[in-house]
T-cell receptor
Framework: GAGVSQSPRYKVAKRGQDVALRCDPI?????LFWYQQALGQGPEFLTY????????KSGLPSDRFFAERPEGSVSTLKIQRTQQEDSAVYLC?????????????FGQGTRLTVV | AQSVSQHNHHVILSEAASLELGCNYS??????LFWYVQYPGQHLQLLLK??????LVKGIKGFEAEFIKSKFSFNLRKPSVQWSDTAEYFC???????????FGSGTRLSIRP
């Protein structure tokens, strides 16, 4: 597609429910990033993939958060047993190569609300 | 710790006014610097970047930023704002030792028509 696509755009989950957020990067982009943006804050890094390899997951806030990119294209961010503090916009970005952030394109995000 | 500070949470200007948004980052060696913009209902877009060379960089839509190494600053400027510049602006830093961009908390810019 023309840009990074994320789905769903909005997700309401009951506390304790598991959720899965999908990111379709720009075709051919090697690098993929997930960020979490709480209300009134800047995006916070969660994790980074280069192709199918997860090279950095230092930003994942707890072991309830899990990300995968099994074929080096589509990525899924899974949150188990959601808590209210997980409510945020989850952003995905992709780029051609890791250090070339000039080519890092962001999706519109998934707004997760945990009730 | 590596961090980015944006001094203004919300800035309100009239059309044609000049704009300067402050950004400071903590020391951490070699850095790459960015300004992103997020228009209402849209995704983050890159406004401009500094990697090396001329510390005064020009971006899209008439924006520019100056990297002042001695002050650890990368302030965003525009000589004359337009109503369409209403958006959230994020300063961001990538340290050479890291694999990620660190974002500031953002500045909301409102332009009175």
């Amino acid at each position: 597609g023309a840009g990074v696509s994320q789905s769903p755009r909005y997700k309401v989950a009951k506390r304790g429910q598991d959720v899965a957020l999908r990111c379709d990067p720009i075709s051919g982009h090697v690098s993929l990033f997930w960020y979490q943006q709480a209300l009134g804050q800047g995006p916070e890094f969660l994790t980074y993939f280069q192709n199918e390899a997860q090279l950095d997951k230092s930003g994942l806030p707890s072991d309830r958060f899990f990300a995968e990119r099994p074929e080096g294209s589509v990525s899924t961010l899974k949150i188990q047993r959601t808590q209210q503090e997980d409510s945020a916009v989850y952003l995905c970005a992709s780029s051609l190569i890791r250090t070339d952030y000039t080519e890092a394109f962001f999706g519109q995000g998934t707004r997760l609300t945990v009730v | 710790a590596q961090s980015v500070s944006q001094h203004n949470h919300h800035v309100i200007l009239s059309e044609a006014a000049s704009l300067e948004l402050g950004c400071n980052y903590s020391y951490g060696g070699t850095v790459n610097l960015f300004w992103y913009v997020q228009y209402p209902g849209q995704h983050l877009q890159l406004l401009l970047k500094y990697f090396s060379g001329d510390p005064l960089v020009k971006g899209i839509k008439g924006f520019e930023a100056e990297f002042i190494k001695s002050k650890f600053s990368f302030n965003l400027r525009k000589p004359s704002v337009q109503w369409s510049d209403t958006a959230e602006y994020f300063c961001a830093v990538m340290y050479s030792s890291a694999s990620k961009i660190i974002f500031g908390s953002g500045t909301r810019l409102s332009i009175r028509p």
